[in-house]
């Protein structure tokens, strides 16, 4: 079983920032990609930003600029550094992580962490 738990949402003014943070934990041997996505309500689930093993990341147009993806490989850990946040950014935040399991690549979500960008 794996876990994904994410922190850090919340209500932040526009022109704020935001840190979100995702730790994986449960029985798999490594994680390949991880990500952010979103979801606003009445829209469909986006990505964000995504990072793979190796460090290389991947921003949505929106975000490009603003948002910066990081991992940390040893503690299986991504994080989401939100700057110049505006209103258009309110969504359910979900993180994503590509888990290395005994015969498969297994794709897991977590629960999900909300941010409102509202002054």
């Known amino acids: 079983q794996v876990q994904l738990v994410e922190s850090g949402g919340g209500l932040v003014q526009p022109g704020g920032s935001l840190r979100l943070s995702c730790a994986a934990s449960?029985?798999?041997?490594?994680?390949?990609?991880m990500g952010w996505y979103r979801q606003a309500p009445g829209k469909q689930r986006e990505l964000v930003a995504s990072?793979?093993?190796?460090?290389?990341?991947n921003y949505a147009d929106s975000v490009k600029g603003r948002f910066t993806i990081s991992r940390d490989n040893a503690k299986n850990t991504v994080n989401l550094r939100m700057n110049s946040v505006n209103p258009e950014d309110t969504a359910v935040y979900y993180c994503n992580a590509q888990c290395v399991m005994v015969a498969r690549t297994q794709t897991y979500w977590g629960q999900g962490t909300q941010v409102t960008v509202s002054s």
């Open positions: 990072i793979s093993s190796g460090g290389s990341t």
């Open positions: 449960g029985r798999f041997f490594s994680i390949n990609a």
